[in-house]
């Protein structure tokens, strides 16, 4: 079991031990995309849907989850984060949000799960704040854009 980080010598689920790592600056950007029929999205775009204005309180549930991100996925750390933000790009020819989440810590492991948390939150607020006006609203994209910090260094998506 030497190649799973997560899993002990039995195949257990465990928390990897970051103790004897040296602390560093983290960061980590990820996406996601609400795509919207033309309706919904002119109804979001004139902050005309029932629920209020979706992209203030998606970003603010993004930043929320960033900040639980350990509560939600089990073998993920607590991290204090130094920064959270999400982003949304609106494109009308697409009817489409698209989601930009950024996280940042200086600590022992990295914030990647956090980024990711926070855009799929800020999704799917997205959609529970529509989803009055539209029931097939999909969510795509999903992925990590980029992170730097720690032993893996730079990333950045295609």
Excluded: N, W
Aim: glycine share 6%.
């Amino acid at each position: 079991m030497a190649d799973f980080t997560h899993l002990d010598e039995t195949g257990a689920a465990r928390m990897v031990d970051v103790g004897a790592k040296t602390p560093t600056v983290r960061r980590a950007v990820a996406g996601a995309t609400v795509l919207l029929s033309p309706e919904t999205f002119a109804r979001l775009a004139d902050k005309a849907l029932p629920k209020g204005d979706v992209l203030a309180v998606a970003k603010i549930a993004g930043i929320m989850a960033a900040k639980k991100t350990a509560e939600l996925i089990p073998l993920c750390h607590p991290l204090p984060l130094s920064f959270a933000d999400v982003t949304f790009e609106a494109d009308p020819a697409a009817h489409a949000i698209r989601i930009t989440a950024e996280a940042r810590t200086t600590d022992r492991t990295g914030v990647e799960m956090e980024a990711l948390t926070a855009a799929s939150v800020a999704a799917l607020t997205i959609y529970d704040m529509c989803k009055a006006v539209q029931k097939d609203i999909l969510i795509t994209d999903l992925r990590l854009l980029a992170k730097s910090g720690g032993k893996s260094g730079e990333f950045k998506a295609e």
